[in-house]
């Protein structure tokens, strides 16, 4: 089965940096787009970026754009969220994402059919 497995998620100070990882198996990576998203306490999941299969389109919610990179090594099964500039609204659990076939809504996370277990962002003020 497709299995999602994120790391790299800390506790920082706002202004400094972190990269998650995420890598996947039980599929053929490089077919797929990736997305993370994010979820804080008592709020929805909301999108935060997306890679399409070869790396070489990339979607970034407003919130993050020009902060965060998103970036994915098809040899490595794995997809990396780059982020910088962090702030304390950025503090969330963090998730990746892909979806089972092709999908254009990149945005919408109820069209994402596999997840990983999320890993925890915190960000000090």
């Known amino acids: 089965q497709v299995q999602l497995v994120e790391s790299g998620g800390g506790l920082v100070q706002a202004g400094g940096s972190l990269r998650l990882s995420c890598v996947v198996s039980?599929?053929?990576?490089?077919?797929?787009?990736m997305a993370w998203f994010r979820q804080a306490p008592g709020k929805e999941r909301e999108f935060v970026a997306a890679?399409?299969?070869?790396?070489?389109?990339?979607y970034y919610a407003d919130s993050v754009k020009g902060r965060f990179t998103i970036f994915r090594d098809n040899a490595k099964n794995t997809v990396y969220l780059e982020m910088n500039s962090l702030k304390p609204e950025d503090t969330a659990l963090y998730y990746c994402?892909?979806?089972?076939?092709?999908?254009?809504?990149?945005?919408?996370?109820?069209?994402?059919?596999?997840w990983g277990q999320g890993t925890q962002v915190t960000v000090s003020s």
């Open positions: 994402a892909t979806p089972r076939a092709l999908l254009s809504a990149y945005s919408d996370h109820s069209r994402y059919d596999y």
């Open positions: 039980g599929r053929t990576f490089s077919n797929y787009l």
């Open positions: 890679i399409n299969w070869s790396g070489r389109t990339t």
